[in-house]
């Protein structure tokens, strides 16, 4: 049986494929959704016009976010190489 998605799931994922430099196959793949599923999607919500484009105020809020989300997992990177080492030399 196929998985139902949101309406909140399906616009944020036209968003990201009309926006985004990803094709939209690379986005169907990331998302865990089917090629011709997203292609649906993104004829429903043009033809609705319920997807917004993000503006430039948005797109640097996301950037932040971005460089933000970014600089956490560097570090948790960096911990854990630290505990593998740590742990390797225990043997």
């Known amino acids: 049986?196929?998985?139902?998605?949101?309406?909140?799931?399906?616009?944020e994922a036209v968003?990201?494929?009309?926006?985004?430099?990803?094709s939209r196959k690379q986005v169907a793949a990331?998302?865990?959704?089917?090629?011709s599923t997203l292609g649906r999607w993104i004829q429903i919500h043009r033809h609705?016009?319920?997807?917004?484009?993000p503006t430039d105020l948005n797109l640097e809020q996301e950037v932040a976010r971005l460089?933000?989300?970014?600089?956490?997992?560097?570090?948790?990177?960096?911990?854990?190489?630290k505990a593998?080492?740590?742990?390797a030399r225990q043997k």
């Open 48 to 53: 609705r016009d319920d997807v917004s484009v």
């Open 1 to 11: 049986m196929a998985k139902k998605h949101t309406k909140e799931f399906q616009q």
């Open 15 to 22: 968003r990201i494929a009309l926006s985004s430099d990803l």
């Open 67 to 81: 460089r933000k989300e970014n600089r956490l997992l560097k570090e948790e990177r960096d911990v854990l190489k």
């Open 30 to 35: 990331d998302l865990g959704v089917g090629f």
């Open 84 to 87: 593998t080492q740590f742990f």
